[in-house]
């Protein structure tokens, strides 16, 4: 049974995977502090809870926090006597490499996005994700990730007007009714909703140029349904997209090294 893990700046997610499916899935806020231990006495609890009967023997794991890799590959080799695959390391291969400036270092959150969007619907993509930064991951036709754009993500520009402007409250991101607000509130949420729409709309229109063919946009990340329901940004949307990866590169990895 493989533990699929992914952590981000934020949160860090878990699931179990049987090979076919999902068997369930949870989050924690991601803690640089937390202990092998920690996690486990946490994994365990939740397993039984579901009525979970499972013998994790194998652990992948992608982190944009690498503070945290060490004691999830003390939880992996502790508790499930196993050596974890970590995305982005050398002995963690991709399907196909991806092609960028020689000597930069790729976020393993975007190679594993590639590798899913392609899994998923083919090359030629544009995968937005809206995390803590919001990411556009652009995948060539034969799946490799060439390249993107970071922007700031939509909670932290909500929390950096907060925080730089005296006056303006903390408030959460919504569909707005209309694009001119009436009160602060509305202007704010206005602001940052349309924000987004605008700045998805723009980048991904620039990509295709750029790129010179026809390209899907692809969803993923919390926030993405709710920009979907305001404008049409997206050709599919995929919430598990991340967590798919992990499954597509463990599995190429076990193909390509049998045991």
Same mark, same amino acid.
């Given at each position: 049974?493989?533990?699929?893990?992914?952590?981000?700046?934020?949160? +860090?997610?878990?699931?179990?995977?049987?090979?076919?499916?999902? #068997?369930? /899935?949870?989050?924690? @806020?991601?803690?640089?502090?937390?202990?092998?231990?920690?996690?486990?006495?946490? #994994?365990? =609890?939740?397993?039984?809870?579901?009525?979970?009967?499972?013998?994790?023997?194998?652990?992948?794991?992608?982190?944009?926090?690498?503070?945290?890799?060490?004691?999830?590959?003390? #939880? =992996?080799?502790?508790?499930?006597?196993?050596?974890? #695959?970590?995305?982005?390391?050398?002995?963690?291969?991709?399907?196909? =490499?991806?092609?960028?400036?020689?000597?930069?270092?790729?976020?393993?959150?975007?190679?594993?996005?590639?590798?899913?969007?392609?899994?998923?619907?083919?090359?030629?993509?544009?995968?937005?994700?809206?995390? +803590?930064?919001?990411?556009?991951?652009?995948?060539?036709?034969?799946?490799?990730?060439?390249?993107?754009?970071?922007?700031?993500?939509?909670?932290?520009?909500?929390?950096?007007? $907060?925080?730089?402007?005296?006056?303006?409250? $903390?408030?959460?991101? /919504?569909?707005?009714?209309?694009?001119?607000?009436?009160?602060?509130?509305?202007?704010?949420? @206005?602001?940052?909703?349309?924000?987004?729409?605008?700045?998805?709309?723009?980048?991904?229109?620039?990509?295709?140029?750029?790129?010179?063919?026809?390209?899907?946009?692809?969803?993923?990340?919390?926030?993405?349904?709710?920009?979907?329901?305001?404008?049409?940004?997206?050709?599919?949307?995929?919430?598990?997209?991340?967590?798919?990866?992990? /499954?597509?590169? $463990?599995?190429?990895?076990?193909?390509?090294?049998?045991?």
């Amino acid at each position: 049974m493989l533990l699929a893990i992914d952590c981000g700046n934020t949160n +860090t997610v878990f699931s179990i995977w049987d090979g076919t499916r999902f #068997l369930a /899935t949870w989050r924690a @806020s991601t803690d640089q502090s937390r202990t092998a231990d920690q996690y486990y006495v946490w #994994l365990s =609890a939740l397993i039984a809870a579901e009525g979970l009967d499972v013998a994790i023997d194998e652990v992948i794991l992608s982190s944009t926090v690498p503070r945290v890799v060490f004691n999830l590959r003390v #939880l =992996a080799n502790r508790y499930f006597d196993c050596r974890p #695959l970590v995305v982005g390391k050398p002995e963690c291969l991709l399907p196909i =490499a991806p092609r960028v400036d020689p000597g930069t270092q790729v976020g393993p959150d975007r190679l594993v996005n590639s590798a899913a969007g392609f899994d998923l619907f083919g090359g030629d993509l544009v995968v937005v994700d809206f995390g +803590t930064a919001t990411t556009f991951d652009v995948v060539d036709r034969d799946g490799a990730y060439v390249g993107g754009v970071i922007a700031p993500g939509v909670n932290l520009s909500l929390e950096a007007l $907060h925080l730089a402007a005296a006056a303006l409250p $903390h408030v959460d991101i /919504t569909t707005p009714d209309h694009v001119i607000g009436r009160n602060t509130v509305d202007c704010m949420q @206005s602001g940052v909703f349309w924000g987004y729409v605008g700045l998805v709309k723009e980048i991904t229109s620039r990509i295709r140029v750029e790129f010179g063919r026809p390209m899907k946009v692809i969803g993923t990340g919390g926030l993405a349904p709710l920009f979907q329901q305001g404008a049409v940004l997206f050709d599919a949307f995929e919430e598990g997209l991340t967590m798919h990866g992990l /499954t597509v590169i $463990h599995k190429y990895n076990k193909e390509a090294n049998p045991s």
